[in-house]
Protein backbone atom coordinates (compact mmCIF):
# COMPACT_ATOMS: atom_id res chain seq x y z
CA UNK A 1 0.00 0.00 0.00
CA UNK A 2 1.54 3.16 -1.12
CA UNK A 3 1.84 5.96 1.25
CA UNK A 4 0.28 9.02 0.17
CA UNK A 5 0.58 11.50 2.92
CA UNK A 6 4.63 11.55 2.37
CA UNK A 7 4.55 12.91 -1.04
CA UNK A 8 2.44 15.89 0.47
CA UNK A 9 4.76 16.74 3.25
CA UNK A 10 7.78 17.74 0.92
CA UNK A 11 5.95 19.45 -1.61
CA UNK A 12 4.81 22.09 1.60
CA UNK A 13 8.66 22.04 2.61
CA UNK A 14 9.56 23.07 -1.31
CA UNK A 15 6.93 25.94 -1.45
CA UNK A 16 7.89 27.33 2.15
CA UNK A 17 11.83 27.27 1.02
CA UNK A 18 10.36 28.79 -2.32
CA UNK A 19 8.66 31.76 -1.10
CA UNK A 20 11.16 32.14 1.54
CA UNK A 21 13.98 32.78 -0.70
CA UNK A 22 11.74 35.05 -3.18
CA UNK A 23 11.02 37.50 0.21
CA UNK A 24 14.72 38.09 0.82
CA UNK A 25 15.53 38.52 -2.73
CA UNK A 26 12.65 41.22 -2.80
CA UNK A 27 14.36 42.83 0.29
CA UNK A 28 17.97 42.60 -0.95
CA UNK A 29 16.64 44.57 -4.18
CA UNK A 30 14.86 47.22 -2.27
CA UNK A 31 17.67 48.29 0.63
CA UNK A 32 20.11 48.17 -2.69
CA UNK A 33 17.98 50.67 -4.92
CA UNK A 34 17.47 52.70 -0.93
CA UNK A 35 21.37 52.97 -0.74
CA UNK A 36 21.49 53.92 -4.15
CA UNK A 37 18.92 56.52 -4.40
CA UNK A 38 20.65 58.33 -0.59
CA UNK A 39 24.08 58.47 -2.30
CA UNK A 40 22.94 60.83 -4.08
CA UNK A 41 20.55 63.73 -3.03
CA UNK A 42 17.44 64.49 -4.65
CA UNK A 43 18.87 68.07 -5.41
CA UNK A 44 21.69 66.92 -7.48
CA UNK A 45 21.92 65.30 -11.01
CA UNK A 46 24.90 63.92 -12.61
CA UNK A 47 26.27 66.29 -15.38
CA UNK A 48 27.75 64.71 -18.60
CA UNK A 49 31.58 66.17 -18.53
CA UNK A 50 31.06 69.07 -21.39
CA UNK A 51 33.63 67.79 -23.67
CA UNK A 52 35.20 70.37 -26.37
CA UNK A 53 36.52 69.23 -29.90
CA UNK A 54 38.70 70.90 -31.45
CA UNK A 55 39.23 71.53 -35.19
CA UNK A 56 41.52 69.25 -36.70
CA UNK A 57 45.15 71.38 -37.94
CA UNK A 58 48.27 70.08 -39.59
CA UNK A 59 50.45 67.83 -37.39
CA UNK A 60 53.65 69.02 -35.68
CA UNK A 61 56.76 67.88 -38.25
CA UNK A 62 59.03 68.59 -34.62
CA UNK A 63 56.86 65.69 -33.36
CA UNK A 64 59.75 62.81 -33.81
CA UNK A 65 62.12 62.95 -30.95
CA UNK A 66 65.42 64.18 -32.49
CA UNK A 67 67.95 61.29 -31.11
CA UNK A 68 70.93 62.30 -29.04
CA UNK A 69 73.53 60.56 -31.25
CA UNK A 70 73.96 58.87 -34.51
CA UNK A 71 73.05 59.76 -38.82
CA UNK A 72 70.32 58.88 -40.71
CA UNK A 73 71.95 57.92 -44.60
CA UNK A 74 69.39 57.14 -47.40
CA UNK A 75 70.63 55.51 -50.57
CA UNK A 76 69.57 55.73 -54.07
CA UNK A 77 71.31 53.76 -56.82
CA UNK A 78 71.00 53.36 -60.49
CA UNK A 79 72.96 50.48 -62.29
CA UNK A 80 74.20 51.57 -66.21
CA UNK A 81 74.36 49.29 -68.64
CA UNK A 82 78.52 49.78 -68.72
CA UNK A 83 78.50 49.10 -64.78
CA UNK A 84 78.64 52.43 -63.86
CA UNK A 85 76.85 53.00 -60.95
CA UNK A 86 74.88 56.86 -60.47
CA UNK A 87 74.67 57.15 -56.73
CA UNK A 88 72.28 59.69 -54.32
CA UNK A 89 72.60 60.22 -50.86
CA UNK A 90 70.59 62.11 -48.46
CA UNK A 91 72.17 62.66 -45.17
CA UNK A 92 70.68 63.81 -41.90
CA UNK A 93 73.14 64.63 -38.78
CA UNK A 94 72.91 66.11 -35.55
CA UNK A 95 75.58 68.46 -33.92
CA UNK A 96 75.88 67.14 -30.16
CA UNK A 97 79.24 69.36 -30.08
CA UNK A 98 79.26 72.74 -28.70
CA UNK A 99 80.91 74.98 -31.69
CA UNK A 100 79.16 75.04 -35.21
CA UNK A 101 79.30 71.76 -37.66
CA UNK A 102 80.64 73.27 -41.01
CA UNK A 103 82.33 69.65 -42.08
CA UNK A 104 81.23 66.43 -42.88
CA UNK A 105 83.77 63.60 -43.60
CA UNK A 106 82.58 60.84 -45.77
CA UNK A 107 84.73 57.94 -46.74
CA UNK A 108 84.25 55.51 -49.97
CA UNK A 109 85.84 52.02 -50.27
CA UNK A 110 88.51 51.44 -51.39
CA UNK A 111 87.86 49.42 -54.93
CA UNK A 112 85.76 53.02 -55.90
CA UNK A 113 86.95 55.88 -57.81
CA UNK A 114 83.90 58.54 -57.42
CA UNK A 115 83.47 61.38 -59.96
CA UNK A 116 81.39 64.39 -60.43
CA UNK A 117 80.51 64.50 -57.12
CA UNK A 118 78.11 67.27 -56.36
CA UNK A 119 76.93 67.92 -52.89
CA UNK A 120 74.23 70.55 -51.24
CA UNK A 121 72.85 71.26 -47.66
CA UNK A 122 69.21 70.99 -47.71
CA UNK A 123 67.89 73.68 -45.93
CA UNK A 124 64.03 73.67 -44.96
CA UNK A 125 61.70 76.81 -43.72
CA UNK A 126 60.68 77.14 -40.59
CA UNK A 127 57.72 74.78 -38.92
CA UNK A 128 54.77 75.91 -37.37
CA UNK A 129 54.59 74.64 -33.53
CA UNK A 130 51.41 75.97 -32.35
CA UNK A 131 48.13 76.54 -34.14
CA UNK A 132 45.76 79.28 -33.37
CA UNK A 133 42.63 76.92 -34.20
CA UNK A 134 40.16 79.84 -33.98
CA UNK A 135 41.74 81.66 -36.72
CA UNK A 136 41.11 79.50 -39.98
CA UNK A 137 42.70 80.77 -43.64
CA UNK A 138 40.10 79.22 -46.46
CA UNK A 139 41.97 80.14 -49.45
CA UNK A 140 45.09 78.11 -48.33
CA UNK A 141 43.36 75.55 -45.39
CA UNK A 142 45.62 75.94 -42.93
CA UNK A 143 45.49 77.64 -39.13
CA UNK A 144 47.16 80.43 -38.28
CA UNK A 145 49.83 80.26 -36.62
CA UNK A 146 51.48 81.19 -33.12
CA UNK A 147 54.98 79.84 -33.02
CA UNK A 148 57.38 78.50 -35.16
CA UNK A 149 60.62 75.91 -34.74
CA UNK A 150 63.49 75.05 -36.74
CA UNK A 151 62.88 72.19 -39.02
CA UNK A 152 63.63 68.49 -37.71
CA UNK A 153 66.25 66.76 -40.87
CA UNK A 154 65.09 63.70 -39.57
CA UNK A 155 61.67 63.76 -40.38
CA UNK A 156 59.98 63.91 -43.76
CA UNK A 157 61.20 65.97 -46.66
CA UNK A 158 58.32 66.55 -48.00
CA UNK A 159 57.30 69.91 -49.33
CA UNK A 160 59.73 72.55 -51.00
CA UNK A 161 63.28 72.78 -50.02
CA UNK A 162 66.19 74.77 -50.91
CA UNK A 163 69.28 73.76 -51.70
CA UNK A 164 72.70 75.54 -50.89
CA UNK A 165 75.66 74.78 -53.14
CA UNK A 166 78.42 72.77 -50.81
CA UNK A 167 82.26 72.79 -51.09
CA UNK A 168 83.61 69.41 -51.88
CA UNK A 169 87.45 68.32 -51.74
CA UNK A 170 88.05 64.21 -52.09
CA UNK A 171 91.96 63.07 -50.75
CA UNK A 172 92.82 59.68 -51.40
CA UNK A 173 89.24 57.89 -50.32
CA UNK A 174 88.28 60.62 -47.86
CA UNK A 175 85.46 63.11 -49.07
CA UNK A 176 84.76 66.52 -46.82
CA UNK A 177 81.72 68.08 -47.72
CA UNK A 178 81.94 72.29 -46.72
CA UNK A 179 78.50 73.01 -45.92
CA UNK A 180 77.72 76.84 -46.48
CA UNK A 181 75.36 77.37 -43.14
CA UNK A 182 76.95 76.01 -40.28
CA UNK A 183 74.58 73.26 -37.80
CA UNK A 184 74.45 75.31 -34.44
CA UNK A 185 74.84 73.08 -31.26
CA UNK A 186 72.12 70.72 -30.69
CA UNK A 187 70.52 71.50 -33.87
CA UNK A 188 70.25 69.20 -37.04
CA UNK A 189 70.80 69.66 -40.84
CA UNK A 190 71.30 67.45 -43.92
CA UNK A 191 73.12 67.49 -47.42
CA UNK A 192 72.35 65.77 -50.66
CA UNK A 193 75.47 64.19 -52.48
CA UNK A 194 75.51 63.07 -55.73
CA UNK A 195 78.22 60.84 -57.30
CA UNK A 196 79.12 58.53 -60.00
CA UNK A 197 81.57 55.55 -59.75
CA UNK A 198 82.77 52.26 -61.20
CA UNK A 199 84.00 49.37 -59.11
CA UNK A 200 80.61 48.38 -58.00
CA UNK A 201 79.55 46.49 -60.87
CA UNK A 202 82.13 43.78 -63.12
CA UNK A 203 80.87 41.86 -66.07
CA UNK A 204 81.54 38.41 -65.60
CA UNK A 205 82.27 36.19 -68.60
CA UNK A 206 78.36 35.72 -69.17
CA UNK A 207 77.86 39.11 -69.75
CA UNK A 208 75.72 39.83 -66.56
CA UNK A 209 76.87 42.67 -63.93
CA UNK A 210 77.27 40.85 -60.39
CA UNK A 211 76.91 44.05 -58.11
CA UNK A 212 78.29 45.04 -54.60
CA UNK A 213 77.40 47.88 -53.00
CA UNK A 214 79.24 49.37 -49.97
CA UNK A 215 78.01 52.35 -48.34
CA UNK A 216 80.36 55.20 -47.16
CA UNK A 217 81.64 54.95 -43.68
CA UNK A 218 81.40 58.17 -41.15
CA UNK A 219 83.14 58.87 -38.11
CA UNK A 220 79.98 59.05 -36.62
CA UNK A 221 76.95 56.01 -35.72
CA UNK A 222 74.54 55.64 -37.82
CA UNK A 223 71.29 55.26 -36.31
CA UNK A 224 69.40 54.04 -39.76
CA UNK A 225 70.50 53.24 -42.91
CA UNK A 226 68.39 52.62 -46.06
CA UNK A 227 68.90 51.60 -49.58
CA UNK A 228 67.66 51.38 -53.04
CA UNK A 229 68.71 49.48 -55.83
CA UNK A 230 67.90 50.08 -59.66
CA UNK A 231 68.72 49.80 -62.93
CA UNK A 232 67.93 51.64 -66.48
CA UNK A 233 64.52 50.18 -67.78
CA UNK A 234 66.26 48.02 -70.45
CA UNK A 235 67.71 46.25 -68.00
CA UNK A 236 67.12 43.22 -65.74
CA UNK A 237 68.35 42.79 -62.25
CA UNK A 238 68.10 39.29 -60.74
CA UNK A 239 64.70 38.46 -58.64
CA UNK A 240 63.17 41.55 -59.55
CA UNK A 241 60.22 41.32 -62.11
CA UNK A 242 59.62 45.20 -62.77
CA UNK A 243 61.62 48.07 -62.62
CA UNK A 244 61.28 52.15 -61.09
CA UNK A 245 63.01 55.11 -61.90
CA UNK A 246 62.42 58.09 -59.92
CA UNK A 247 65.82 60.14 -60.50
CA UNK A 248 65.67 60.24 -64.63
CA UNK A 249 65.24 63.88 -64.81
CA UNK A 250 67.42 64.56 -61.49
CA UNK A 251 70.77 63.44 -62.46
CA UNK A 252 71.38 65.62 -65.28
CA UNK A 253 70.06 68.26 -63.35
CA UNK A 254 72.61 68.09 -60.96
CA UNK A 255 75.34 67.41 -63.43
CA UNK A 256 73.79 71.00 -64.47
CA UNK A 257 74.79 72.22 -61.46
CA UNK A 258 78.23 72.16 -61.06
CA UNK A 259 79.05 75.44 -62.51
CA UNK A 260 77.50 77.00 -59.22
CA UNK A 261 79.73 78.91 -56.79
CA UNK A 262 79.70 78.02 -53.28
CA UNK A 263 76.83 79.00 -50.94
CA UNK A 264 74.71 79.63 -54.34
CA UNK A 265 71.17 78.67 -53.67
CA UNK A 266 68.24 77.16 -55.77
CA UNK A 267 64.78 75.63 -55.69
CA UNK A 268 63.91 73.00 -57.88
CA UNK A 269 60.67 70.87 -58.13
CA UNK A 270 62.12 68.29 -59.30
CA UNK A 271 64.88 67.54 -57.04
CA UNK A 272 62.52 67.78 -54.51
CA UNK A 273 60.23 65.05 -55.45
CA UNK A 274 63.46 63.06 -56.22
CA UNK A 275 64.76 64.05 -52.71
CA UNK A 276 61.22 62.41 -50.78
CA UNK A 277 62.50 58.92 -52.95
CA UNK A 278 66.15 58.59 -52.11
CA UNK A 279 66.07 55.43 -49.98
CA UNK A 280 63.59 53.43 -52.82
CA UNK A 281 64.32 51.38 -55.51
CA UNK A 282 63.52 48.11 -57.09
CA UNK A 283 65.97 46.05 -54.38
CA UNK A 284 65.49 47.71 -50.26
CA UNK A 285 67.64 47.09 -47.80
CA UNK A 286 67.64 48.32 -44.02
CA UNK A 287 70.30 48.27 -41.39
CA UNK A 288 70.52 50.24 -38.30
CA UNK A 289 72.96 50.78 -35.61
CA UNK A 290 76.23 51.01 -37.61
CA UNK A 291 79.15 51.62 -35.45
CA UNK A 292 81.29 54.18 -36.22
CA UNK A 293 83.61 53.60 -39.41
CA UNK A 294 81.20 50.70 -40.56
CA UNK A 295 79.68 50.09 -43.50
CA UNK A 296 76.51 47.76 -44.76
CA UNK A 297 76.96 45.81 -48.47
CA UNK A 298 74.37 44.99 -50.86
CA UNK A 299 74.86 42.52 -53.36
CA UNK A 300 73.07 41.21 -56.70
CA UNK A 301 73.44 41.03 -60.46
CA UNK A 302 72.18 42.63 -63.43
CA UNK A 303 72.34 42.22 -67.56
CA UNK A 304 70.67 43.45 -70.35
CA UNK A 305 68.85 40.06 -70.54
CA UNK A 306 67.42 37.02 -68.84
CA UNK A 307 69.57 34.28 -70.73
CA UNK A 308 72.84 36.15 -69.15
CA UNK A 309 71.49 36.92 -65.83
CA UNK A 310 70.67 33.26 -65.20
CA UNK A 311 73.11 31.79 -67.37
CA UNK A 312 75.01 30.11 -64.28
CA UNK A 313 71.88 27.83 -63.45
CA UNK A 314 71.33 27.55 -66.48
CA UNK A 315 74.40 25.59 -67.13
CA UNK A 316 74.07 24.15 -63.95
CA UNK A 317 70.77 22.79 -64.33
CA UNK A 318 71.61 21.44 -68.00
CA UNK A 319 74.53 19.90 -66.78
CA UNK A 320 72.87 18.07 -64.05
CA UNK A 321 69.72 17.16 -66.73
CA UNK A 322 72.69 15.15 -68.45
CA UNK A 323 74.31 13.63 -66.07
CA UNK A 324 70.82 12.64 -64.59
CA UNK A 325 70.21 11.11 -68.25
CA UNK A 326 73.46 9.62 -68.29
CA UNK A 327 72.54 7.83 -65.33
CA UNK A 328 69.54 6.49 -66.54
CA UNK A 329 71.25 5.27 -69.89
CA UNK A 330 73.22 3.40 -67.89
CA UNK A 331 71.13 1.69 -65.60
CA UNK A 332 68.93 0.75 -69.11
CA UNK A 333 72.49 -0.69 -70.27
CA UNK A 334 72.99 -2.65 -67.41
CA UNK A 335 69.70 -3.98 -66.82
CA UNK A 336 69.31 -4.71 -70.01
CA UNK A 337 72.78 -6.98 -70.29
CA UNK A 338 71.63 -8.57 -66.74
CA UNK A 339 68.47 -10.06 -67.58
CA UNK A 340 69.90 -11.00 -70.80
CA UNK A 341 72.95 -12.90 -68.95
CA UNK A 342 70.10 -14.37 -66.50
CA UNK A 343 68.22 -15.39 -69.16
CA UNK A 344 70.67 -16.94 -71.26
CA UNK A 345 71.71 -18.72 -68.29
CA UNK A 346 69.33 -21.04 -67.92
CA UNK A 347 68.62 -20.59 -64.60
CA UNK A 348 64.62 -21.39 -64.19
CA UNK A 349 64.69 -18.94 -67.03
CA UNK A 350 63.66 -16.26 -65.04
CA UNK A 351 65.29 -13.10 -63.63
CA UNK A 352 62.15 -12.52 -60.84
CA UNK A 353 64.33 -13.71 -58.35
CA UNK A 354 67.69 -11.53 -59.20
CA UNK A 355 68.02 -8.96 -56.11
CA UNK A 356 70.31 -6.72 -58.40
CA UNK A 357 68.16 -6.23 -61.36
CA UNK A 358 65.27 -5.48 -58.97
CA UNK A 359 66.79 -3.17 -57.39
CA UNK A 360 67.99 -1.33 -60.50
CA UNK A 361 63.96 -1.59 -62.02
CA UNK A 362 62.30 -0.34 -59.42
CA UNK A 363 65.23 2.53 -59.11
CA UNK A 364 64.31 3.69 -62.90
CA UNK A 365 60.41 3.14 -63.05
CA UNK A 366 60.92 5.73 -59.91
CA UNK A 367 62.94 8.13 -61.09
CA UNK A 368 60.86 8.45 -64.55
CA UNK A 369 57.51 8.63 -63.09
CA UNK A 370 58.86 11.02 -60.90
CA UNK A 371 60.38 13.15 -63.91
CA UNK A 372 56.95 12.73 -66.01
CA UNK A 373 55.35 14.31 -62.18
CA UNK A 374 57.68 17.44 -61.95
CA UNK A 375 56.92 17.72 -65.80
CA UNK A 376 52.94 17.98 -65.41
CA UNK A 377 53.86 20.47 -62.32
CA UNK A 378 55.49 22.65 -64.47
CA UNK A 379 52.44 22.60 -66.97
CA UNK A 380 50.41 23.18 -64.05
CA UNK A 381 51.82 25.88 -63.40
CA UNK A 382 51.55 27.64 -66.72
CA UNK A 383 47.92 26.15 -67.34
CA UNK A 384 47.11 28.02 -64.17
CA UNK A 385 48.68 31.50 -65.27
CA UNK A 386 47.32 31.06 -68.54
CA UNK A 387 43.72 30.32 -66.84
CA UNK A 388 44.10 33.25 -64.61
CA UNK A 389 44.17 35.47 -67.46
CA UNK A 390 40.92 34.59 -68.82
CA UNK A 391 38.90 35.01 -65.78
CA UNK A 392 37.78 37.40 -63.05
CA UNK A 393 36.74 37.62 -59.69
CA UNK A 394 32.89 36.66 -59.98
CA UNK A 395 32.82 35.63 -63.50
CA UNK A 396 31.70 31.86 -63.61
CA UNK A 397 34.57 30.83 -65.84
CA UNK A 398 36.46 30.91 -62.58
CA UNK A 399 35.82 27.23 -62.86
CA UNK A 400 38.14 26.78 -64.99
CA UNK A 401 41.04 26.91 -62.39
CA UNK A 402 39.37 23.85 -60.25
CA UNK A 403 39.02 21.96 -63.31
CA UNK A 404 42.20 22.53 -64.56
CA UNK A 405 43.77 21.58 -61.77
CA UNK A 406 41.61 18.56 -61.51
CA UNK A 407 42.81 17.14 -64.83
CA UNK A 408 46.43 17.69 -64.31
CA UNK A 409 46.17 15.64 -61.13
CA UNK A 410 44.21 12.79 -63.69
CA UNK A 411 46.87 13.16 -66.03
CA UNK A 412 49.43 12.96 -63.35
CA UNK A 413 48.03 9.93 -61.56
CA UNK A 414 47.64 8.24 -65.13
CA UNK A 415 51.59 8.55 -65.59
CA UNK A 416 52.80 8.33 -62.29
CA UNK A 417 51.19 4.95 -60.63
CA UNK A 418 50.97 2.55 -63.43
CA UNK A 419 54.88 1.70 -63.00
CA UNK A 420 54.65 0.70 -59.68
CA UNK A 421 51.85 -1.64 -60.38
CA UNK A 422 53.61 -2.95 -63.47
CA UNK A 423 56.39 -3.25 -61.58
CA UNK A 424 54.52 -4.81 -58.74
CA UNK A 425 53.07 -7.48 -61.20
CA UNK A 426 56.33 -8.63 -62.79
CA UNK A 427 58.96 -8.78 -60.03
CA UNK A 428 56.54 -9.10 -56.97
CA UNK A 429 54.32 -6.56 -54.91
CA UNK A 430 57.35 -5.61 -52.49
CA UNK A 431 59.48 -4.41 -55.43
CA UNK A 432 56.83 -2.40 -56.68
CA UNK A 433 56.34 -1.06 -52.99
CA UNK A 434 60.26 -0.12 -53.86
CA UNK A 435 59.49 1.81 -57.23
CA UNK A 436 56.92 3.70 -54.92
CA UNK A 437 59.42 4.89 -52.43
CA UNK A 438 61.78 5.82 -54.99
CA UNK A 439 59.29 8.30 -56.96
CA UNK A 440 58.41 9.74 -53.64
CA UNK A 441 62.02 10.56 -52.92
CA UNK A 442 62.58 11.58 -56.39
CA UNK A 443 59.67 13.88 -56.53
CA UNK A 444 60.52 15.71 -53.32
CA UNK A 445 63.80 15.84 -54.76
CA UNK A 446 62.65 17.67 -58.01
CA UNK A 447 60.25 19.52 -55.79
CA UNK A 448 62.81 21.02 -53.90
CA UNK A 449 64.84 21.85 -57.05
CA UNK A 450 61.92 23.70 -58.80
CA UNK A 451 61.30 25.71 -55.23
CA UNK A 452 64.88 26.75 -55.27
CA UNK A 453 64.27 28.09 -59.35
CA UNK A 454 60.65 29.63 -58.68
CA UNK A 455 62.22 31.35 -55.41
CA UNK A 456 65.38 32.88 -58.11
CA UNK A 457 63.00 34.58 -60.33
CA UNK A 458 59.80 34.97 -58.03
CA UNK A 459 58.24 38.29 -58.79
CA UNK A 460 59.52 41.02 -56.35
CA UNK A 461 57.66 44.41 -56.68
CA UNK A 462 59.53 47.52 -56.42
CA UNK A 463 59.61 49.07 -52.98
CA UNK A 464 57.15 53.27 -52.95
CA UNK A 465 57.11 55.36 -50.20
CA UNK A 466 54.73 54.92 -47.60
CA UNK A 467 53.31 58.64 -48.82
CA UNK A 468 52.21 59.08 -52.13
CA UNK A 469 54.87 61.55 -54.19
CA UNK A 470 52.42 63.70 -55.87
CA UNK A 471 53.90 65.33 -59.51
Known amino acids: MLDTKRPRIYSKYVRKVIIITASLFVLISFISTAH ?33 FGQD ?10 GLAVVFLRAAFY ?18 QPEGIVAYQIVRDNVCKTYDYTKY ?48 SQKTGSALVYYRAFGYAKKNSFGAYPYTFETVKVDDTIRALRVGISTDSDLVMKGVIGGVDYFR ?61 YAK ?55 LSSFAGSVFIVLAYFVLQLVSSWTYSGDILSIMHIFAVLVIIGLAALVMLPPHFIVGAKR ?44
Open 36 to 68: AAESVPASESIAMPNYKILPPGPSDPTALTIPF
Open 137 to 184: NQPTGQYACLTYTEPNYYDYYYGANTYKKAQVALANDTLTVTIPSGIA
Open 249 to 309: ETAPLMESTKVMSFGSSFTNTSIDTSLQSIGYGAVNKEAYNLMPLDAYTVAGAYAKNPVAL
Open 95 to 112: NAGDTPLKELTLRFPAKI
Open 73 to 82: HNYSVTFRGN
Open 313 to 367: ELVIGVATVLVLLVLVVFAGVKIYKVAHRVKTSGVEGSTKGHVGLNIAISALSGF
Open 428 to 471: GMWWGFASFVFMLFWFLFNLLVLGLIYATVKYNPPFYPDNPIVY
